[in-house]
Each structure stands twice: as structure tokens, then as C-alpha cells.
């Protein structure tokens, strides 16, 4: 994998996120954490480099919703995962028609996330 690679991480609950990094530590890429939507814009604001959002729906100050859609005010292109427990059909369309890329269930398999990851890193070459 490509250490330059640059994932936000928007995940309020520290255990999920502490998860998420000792998943992601073999693939040796470049880790962000927001603990908040709104901190998710700010810290894609001023790390231009992210190339990928891993964004939670559900978190406090600005949800993932709210986050994403801000986002894509300033920045069309880069891919944005949502992470929801809730990913029934209808919620997958929601997803969908509100900004992001792409959305994974939780609790996220291994497999299915080192996929995803791949298939965005792949798009990025």
C-alpha cells in the first residue's frame, strides 16, 4: 500500500476509532482522526491531501450528513465512506443522494474495509 495515502477518520466513539486504526496500521496509511463532523470539515480544509473520508453519520456538533454536505461545497471529488449501523435500503439511498461515495454497515468487517480502502487507492493512481 502506498504510505502517502490519507484517510480522515470521523468517528466520535474513540474505542471504534482505536479500532479502525489497528486494523488499518498494516496498511501503512496516514491517519486522521475527527471526533466530530464539524471537525471533519476543518481538518479536510487545512490537509488538502486527504484522499479519502471515512465519515460516521451519527456524531455530535455536525452529524455526517450535515459534514458531508459541507464538504462538498468546497471539495466535489474526494471519495466519502459512510459508516452507519443503519444501512437498510432505504438509508442506503439516503446515503447516497446526500454526497457520498460509498457507505459500509456496521460492525465493519476486515475484509469488506480493506476492500473498499483498495478500490479507492486504485482510483487515485
Do not use: C, W
Not at 34 to 55: H, R, T, W, Y
Amino acid at each position: 500500500m502506498n504510505p502517502k495515502f490519507t484517510i480522515l477518520i470521523a468517528e466520535d466513539d474513540i474505542i471504534s476509532f482505536e479500532l479502525y486504526k489497528a486494523r488499518l496500521e498494516e496498511l501503512n496509511l496516514n491517519l486522521i482522526h475527527a471526533k466530530n463532523g464539524k471537525l471533519a470539515v476543518e481538518l479536510l480544509k487545512n490537509n488538502p491531501d486527504v484522499q479519502l473520508i471515512l465519515m460516521d453519520i451519527r456524531m455530535p456538533v455536525l452529524n455526517g450528513y450535515e459534514a458531508t454536505k459541507l464538504i462538498r461545497e468546497f471539495n466535489k471529488t474526494v471519495p466519502i465512506i459512510a459508516q452507519t449501523a443503519f444501512a437498510m435500503i432505504p438509508e442506503q439511498k439516503t446515503i447516497l443522494e446526500s454526497g457520498f461515495t460509498d457507505f459500509l454497515s456496521k460492525p465493519v468487517e476486515e475484509e469488506i474495509l480493506f476492500g473498499m480502502i483498495r478500490k479507492y487507492m486504485e482510483h487515485m493512481r
